[in-house]
């Protein structure tokens, strides 16, 4: 049904963009590489005959009209930035996949009821201010002008500096939000980024639905002392509390089976290797698909955290950067999913999400949900992140039957 080898082809072109020296890619958002790969996607929106704009947040889209242009319009997508040094798959299939259902729809003359639009949203990582999701907050009218000000990058550039950097004006990013009853589903491919379809030997899956990640940022204050001339008695070791809360969280995740607790970013003062660290900072990315289970485990990690850095004479902080709800997906759109599985001869297999994605943040404003792709070995935000051709193909088609179910074909 779709071209497959046009789809490789398109996401083989992408990933040269922000190419790095390690073999990943890096597309941070508000960048020139961000902006080079939207321009890249723009070319294959025109020639798949699409209208293409970008609204106030940076959202790239592209249209194609159905029989009634008053109809709510089905939308599907994901993102092109990238986390550091990140793979190939992870958001470009999703885009590039909506292009090519679109462009097959186009080539074969096919109609719909209801318009189509493909979206590029803007900043799906978050990698680069630590607040992830910018341009579907902004689309599903999420997206404040204090989270603008208040999230800044390495450097203290803010969102709102770098949107204007860009040429985008933060004051207008409200323009953004589309109203109640415009869009009548959102469906989005992406990598699984885990190993369920490889052990089940599948090429696609539906997703049930999204669980919610919580990030906190942990900053702890202890004594910096000479790592010769301090007994360990009197240590007041920053990072030695840190290490103990690190082990809480992983012991706290683990129990429930479900959660996930992961430290991905770590930094210390003064740094020396003679010097007992007085200042740490690290992060805490809290996930379940149960919001109750999360939250419990979150507690139970912050109370059993503020006794361990009370009998260390440690000062803790705790800043919250993110909160999100897990997103269930509709019965409308898992429902067309599993009818496009059949139709292409795929057993369909539900399964959650455990990453989070653009369409949570859509969850409120339209029926949402998400066709799984296999990734090898369950690989993802890696260089070595990878799904078969074959696998691509598979779910771009998957993607073109549940986009014709929902968008009245025929």
Sequence with gaps: MIDGERLWRRLSDLGEIGRQREGGVTRLSFTDEERAAKDRVASYMDEAGLSVREDAAGNLFGRREGRNADLPSVLVGSHVDSVYNGGDFDGPLGVLGGVEVLQTMQERGVETDHPIEVVAFTDEEGARFSFGMIGSRALAGRLTSEDLAKYEDRDGVSIAEAMRTYGLDPERVGEAARPEGSVKAYVELHIEQGRVLENEGLPAG??????????????????????????????????????????????????????????GQLSLEPGGINIIPGHVEFSLDLRDIDQGVRDRVEGRILDEAVEICRRRGVEMG??????????????????????ACERFGIRPHALPSGAGHDGMQLAGLCPMGMIFVRSRAGVSHSPEEWSTKKDCAAGCNVLYWTVLDLAGGG
Excluded: K, Y
Aim: glycine letters at 10%; one cysteine or more.
């Design 206 to 263: 539906l997703v049930t639905g999204i669980a919610g990640p919580v990030w906190l940022r942990f900053s702890l204050e202890g004594e910096t002392g000479h790592a010769g001339a301090t007994p360990m008695s009197l240590r007041h070791d920053s990072l030695a509390a840190a290490s103990e809360i690190m082990s809480l969280i992983e012991a706290e995740a683990s129990a429930t089976g479900t959660s996930v607790g992961t430290v």
């Design 318 to 339: 705790v800043e919250t950067l993110q909160r999100l709800a897990p997103a269930p997906c509709s019965e409308l759109v898992m429902d067309a999913i599993g009818r």
